[in-house]
Every structure is written in structure tokens, then in C-alpha cells.
């Protein structure tokens, strides 16, 4: 699975828009994007998905840029419940074994 | 009750005792993985079943031990534990290995100590 580069850390004021990068440059065109997010001291969870169009849901949207080598996981209005660590994932299309976390991004959002 | 349970929430453990997490998924679903997650590092598989069949065991110490007696549950047996091993161990469960897409559902984990 291709890796990816995410910043360490984001503030973001409460009812703003959170963009969050991610950098996946080797990835192949059978692999997929994924954010999960994990707040802290609980299990992580699935936010959206995307191949290589944009994608969005009740949660947030996921702009892939046309050489799929960068996406941004949108939060239209982020509340302070949206303070958590936020996973980029790659991974291939029926590879169902697992997740390979790295160390995401901490969004804290302020009030 | 829906989604994934993990029992117990909390666990604290002497070197020499013998304990069990228990995961319990509510959906259906066919595969079903354990994660160790150590303070600031991130997730680390450790076991994966599908169809109560173990699929993958990435190099975990024998003390140890999963168990899957059907798709819906499935248990940690621990044993001898160091207090290294302190951790979060969350458990997840997705619909099935062989679809293209496969979402995982994760439970809230157990939050382990090893005195």
C-alpha cells in the first residue's frame, strides 16, 4: 500500500471549514483513499472514501486532485467534536486485511 | 445493541494473572481483526479471522491467544502479560474480505494495564 504524509497537527475555529492534506505521490490506480478519524481513548472511525473523484457524505467531502497524488478531507463546520486524530489511508481495491495507520493529523478545534 | 462491544472497557492486570477481551459485532459481518494501540504510536494490527478461519497473525508473542468461535464474537486470552503490553487493544469487524470495498467498524476498545 502506498504511503502517505499528513501534517502533524491543525487548529481550526469552531464553524470554520477544515482542510486537511494528505500526500499520497506512489500511489497506484487500483488504490483507494480512506480518512478514519479517532477521537481520543475511543476505536477509530470511517469518515469517506474515494478513487479519483470527488466524493461527499453527511460527514465531509474528499477532493482528490486530477493526479490523485494529493487529497484534502473536507469538514464544512467544525465543531469542537471534531477534535481528533484524522487518518489518510491507501489502500487497494479488495485488499480487505487491514488498515495501515501512520500518525495522522491532531485537528483541535477552538472554540 | 448495535455496531461492535468490547468488555471490559477497562482491565488492570498483574504479570501473572490470566484475562480475556471479549468483541462482540451486531452486523453481520463475516471478518473480524484485533489492533494494539500503544501510547503515540500508531495502530498496530495483530490478528485477523474470516469466517471464524485466523487469516493473518502478524508476528504477536504467544501471550497472546485470539479465539473466533463464530462470526460474531471474538476473544483476546491473555496470559503472562508484560508491562510493555499495556495498551489500547480496539477490535473491528468488516462485511467480508473478498468485496473491493471494505469498510471497517471499529469498537471502543479495552484499555489494558499491566502492573
Known amino acids: 500500500d502506498a504511503k502517505t504524509t499528513q501534517p502533524t497537527s491543525m487548529d481550526c475555529a469552531e464553524g470554520r471549514a477544515a482542510n486537511l492534506p494528505c500526500n499520497h505521490s506512489t500511489i497506484s490506480g487500483n488504490e483507494y483513499v480512506y480518512w478514519y478519524r479517532q477521537i481520543h481513548s475511543q476505536g477509530p472511525q470511517y469518515i469517506i472514501h474515494g478513487l479519483k473523484n470527488n466524493e461527499t457524505n453527511e460527514m465531509a467531502s474528499l477532493i482528490i486532485t486530477e493526479d490523485r497524488k494529493s487529497s484534502t478531507l473536507i469538514l464544512p463546520h467544525a465543531t469542537l467534536r471534531d477534535t481528533a486524530v484524522y487518518y489518510c489511508?491507501?489502500?487497494?481495491?479488495?485488499?480487505?486485511?487491514?488498515?495501515?495507520f501512520g500518525s495522522g493529523t491532531q485537528l483541535t478545534v477552538l472554540p | 445493541e448495535t455496531g461492535v462491544t468490547q468488555t471490559p472497557r477497562h482491565l488492570v492486570m498483574g504479570m501473572t494473572n490470566k484475562k480475556s477481551l471479549k468483541c462482540e459485532q451486531h452486523?453481520?459481518?463475516?471478518?473480524m481483526y484485533w489492533y494494539k494501540q500503544s501510547a503515540k504510536k500508531p495502530l498496530e494490527l495483530m490478528f485477523v479471522y474470516s469466517l471464524e478461519e485466523r487469516v493473518e497473525n502478524n508476528s504477536v508473542p504467544s501471550r497472546f491467544s485470539p479465539e473466533c468461535p463464530n462470526s460474531s464474537h471474538l476473544f483476546l486470552h491473555l496470559h503472562t502479560l508484560q508491562p510493555e503490553d499495556s495498551a489500547l487493544y480496539l477490535c473491528a469487524s468488516s462485511q467480508d474480505m473478498n468485496i473491493p470495498y471494505n469498510e471497517q467498524f471499529f469498537g471502543p476498545g479495552t484499555r489494558l494495564t499491566v502492573l
Open positions: 489511508i491507501v489502500r487497494v481495491s479488495g485488499s480487505a486485511r487491514q488498515l495501515t
Open positions: 452486523l453481520g459481518h463475516n471478518a
